[in-house]
């Protein structure tokens, strides 16, 4: 994505596009993907970013907030933001920390609970732990 393309969607979500946030977002937004905040880090450093690691925090905070990326939680230490927005499901690999998308149609229901009284479902989404056998 160019950098105009991801200002417009910066600002079609509602969020003032400052210089920061089109750097972070441009790292982000730019192909399906799952990066942490770590890694997003690591990738200004690379760059020569100056960015501070609490404005790519707040950033991604923002971001999410705002429907511009996912927080996808693997475990309660390790969040990952996702650029695919809409609810689907992911295989997290424990071996290597790698999240990846599973298509929709290989995930099947048979059944689902009756949902609480008065409530309506909003998403259901699979994580499925793998590791390496043996
Ligand atoms: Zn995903």
């Known amino acids: 994505m160019t950098r105009s393309g991801v200002r417009s969607l910066i600002e079609r979500h509602g969020i003032l596009p400052t210089p920061q946030r089109i750097e972070i977002a441009h790292i982000l937004l730019g192909r399906a993907q799952h990066l942490s905040a770590e890694q997003i880090i690591d990738r200004l450093k690379a760059a020569d970013s100056g960015v501070s690691k609490a404005t ?19 475990d309660p230490v390790r ?12 295989f ?40 390496s056998r043996g």
């Open 79 to 90: 969040k990952f933001y996702d650029s695919t927005t809409h609810p689907h499901h992911h």
């Open 56 to 74: 790519v925090y707040n950033t991604l905070n923002l971001f999410s907030e705002r429907g511009l990326v996912k927080e996808v939680m693997v």
């Open 92 to 131: 997290y690999n424990v071996d290597t920390g790698e999240l990846a998308d599973i298509p929709d149609d290989q995930v099947r229901f048979e059944e689902l609970p009756d949902l609480p009284e008065g409530m309506e479902r909003e998403s259901v989404e699979v994580l499925i732990k793998v590791r």
